[in-house]
């Protein structure tokens, strides 16, 4: 057979496989995985969406590309953890990891926090991840304005044992998942970065400005609405590679690793079902040992506090939604064997299987075709779409906002929509997904 048409038959194939695989989904957080980290912590400029560029300081994984917030650190439980920094700030800087015991430094001099490297220093920080969990890093030097300033991260613990095909947030196994987002929230005083530029970071005004803080940007992983929607890496935000976008299917357990890194309260409210809080600051909300997550509980909202990290495993279930998350198109009885009122594969809820959501296509004069609709059966009427549209959208996901409650917290100084808001697509089983 001529070789082109081979190839092409094994990509036919392979896409073929891709439809079909009723593959566990095991979207992992982005981060560098291993023991041993190099950072270096310097100056860069952060985007924002309404075309705000920022100076802030970020670490810079192996001297490459500073970013906001720093790289999210993944580390095996009982690893002994190093990290090297590396200041090129024009201040002293250090790094402390709240909630790891016995960090020993190597290099630099003592600060009121921890260890600092001044200018052009390096120190090292070694600890052993005792327990698995949600952490976070941030600067020990002046962390009303370094943190501010964007030295500030993310730091996961994997249980010993940890099997990304099975993944588990803790020992337990009620902390299984299937996914797992992060949700970093930060928010930015654009005065505090304007007068570090302009008048360097020994200004003396940034002492009043930093007791009068007056955030007018708000972050989740180190973007702003709409920037959280898009892809993680985007060439367009080189300093800030973390999306927030947050895609799932029925019935999946989503991890959602919830991150108070700034200096204000955020109530992060997640649209479409309640989700459970299994652990806070990386203990497990247990009674006892063995006891799993028996104190876990339903929220509707995640009370996210400076310096403190929420564990929720999210569901979203259509369950009493009382139509057919399918309409009618997908052919299928609903299995449920295992007594749950859920089918076993699509995760629908039974009791509401075959009633068709009330969905009438207008005339296609009437109709406005957007790039969100794709013309999926899923949750609607399918129909031919024309050439070019339902690209952003591509499985018929349905889509809830997520967002910060503080409402005013979902602007870009003072526009909105903006800030600290992203969505949670809701894909049909069988929809590839990032
Ligand atoms: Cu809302």
Partial sequence: ????????????????????????????????????????????????????????????????????????????????????????LPVATSLTFPGQRGVQAVGGAPGPLAQEAAPGETVTYTFVAEAAGTYLYQAGSRPDLQI??????????????????????????????????LFLLTELDMRVHDMVLFEGPLAPGL???????????WFINGRAAPDTMADDLVPWLPTQP??????????????????????????????????????RDGQLLSS???????????????????????????????EKLGWDIYGTEVAHDCMDHDGDQFDDHTREYCPDHG???????????????????????????????????????PGGAFVHMWHSHTEREMTNNDVFPGGMMTMLMVEAPGTPMP
Avoid: C
């Avoid at 300081?57 to 002994?80: C, E, F, K, R, S």
């Avoid at 964007?150 to 299937?178: C, H, K, M, W």
């Avoid at 400076?306 to 999210?314: H, L, N, Q, S, W």
């Fill in 148 to 181: 501010e300033m964007g030295l500030v991260g993310a730091l996961i613990v994997r249980p010993a044992g940890f099997n990304p095909l099975s993944p588990q947030a803790y020992p337990s196994a009620d902390t299984a998942y299937e996914r797992e987002n």
């Fill in 242 to 279: 973390y999306g927030a976008m947050t895609h799932t299917m029925p019935g999946e357990r989503l991890l959602m690793r919830v991150i108070g890194a700034g200096r204000d309260l955020h109530p992060f409210h997640h649209h479409g079902n309640h989700a459970r809080v299994i652990a």
């Fill in 1 to 88: 057979m001529n070789p082109r048409i081979l190839s092409r038959l094994h990509l036919g194939l392979a896409a073929l496989a891709l439809l079909l695989a009723v593959a566990p989904a095991q979207a992992a957080i982005p981060g560098l995985e291993g023991t041993a980290f190099w950072l270096v912590a310097r100056e860069d400029v952060l985007s924002t969406p309404d075309g705000g560029a920022f100076l802030f300081w970020g670490l810079a994984p192996d001297g490459t590309l500073t970013q906001y917030p720093g790289p999210t650190l993944i580390v095996p439980q009982g690893a002994t953890v190093s990290v090297q920094l590396t200041n090129e």
């Fill in 355 to 393: 009633k068709v959501l009330p969905t009438v296509m207008p005339g296609d004069q009437e109709m406005a075709y957007g790039g969100f609709w794709s013309g999926s059966p899923f949750l609607s009427a399918g129909a031919e779409l024309p050439p070019g549209e339902g690209g952003l959208n």
């Fill in 207 to 217: 002492d009043a400005l930093l007791a009068d803080f007056q955030p007018v940007y």
């Fill in 288 to 318: 006892a040992v063995g006891a799993g997550a028996d104190l876990a509980m339903d929220v509707f909202t995640v009370q996210s506090v400076p310096g403190a990290t929420t564990d929720a495993i999210f569901s979203w279930t259509g």
